[in-house]
């Protein structure tokens, strides 16, 4: 475990001396990330013009599962995952996997922490931003048994995350050129902003819960929070984050005896 820890200790650092090369660059980007958030609540903003609350959810509180999709989207998964997954998927089209397979440590571990973007971060701040004015603007004040649970189910949303663009970056190993799948987080991204009541309607209640978890990812940890957990979805999350994990290994070991070297 200290081994892939210094591992990872080392790369991150290397990634953010890589972008203080270019600092005028970093920050300009960073900025850009941040305005995002802008974008983010004139949006709800609109959505909710013309009706006090969406699914009885009024327009703080949707914006604190906003707030909860910015902290995993900035603070982990387009801070490290997609980053590396996505170089990865780049490396197993033009055969530079073949080094990575020699390095003395687990391939999977490497090619999902092996590329940062810091400029992500921002997203993070705006996440945490966004909650803290929310939680004023709503007085309310969680309490630690409320918030010990967000983090749990923020490690479980994450996790979910991970394995599903771990999986779709493994399918280049059958299909080099289709690209569009890899994108199918970003799709999960958006659609987990909203109150999981949109989607509980026959077919998409089935699509969006139990095919594509969308429902569970910012909504199980928010609901926690806000003191409206729902012990049913909760264990769902726990139970779909240990079958993704099983079925990502599965494919991942099989896409590796698939992968055919830039020297065979």
Known sequence: MKKYFRVSKHLVWLALMTDMQYRLNFVFSFLATASWLVAEILFINFLIADYKSIAGWNAYEISLLLGTNQIWVGGFFYLIIWPSLATFAEYVKTGMVDKILTYPIKTRFYISVFKTNWTSLAILLNGIILMMYCFVKLGFYPNLHQVLLYFFFMTVSGWIIYCIQFIATTLVFWVTN?????????????????????????????????????????????????????????????????VLTILSDIIWRLGIKRYESASS
Do not use: Q
């Open 178 to 242: 289709a690209g569009a799948y890899l994108y199918i987080t970003n799709t999960i991204d958006r659609l987990s902003r909203f109150p999981y009541e949109i989607y509980t309607k026959g077919v998409f209640f089935i699509l969006f819960t139990f095919v594509i978890p969308i429902a569970l990812i910012s909504n199980v940890p928010t609901r926690a929070l806000l003191g409206l957990f729902d012990l049913k979805f909760a264990l769902y999350s726990i139970l779909v984050a240990l």
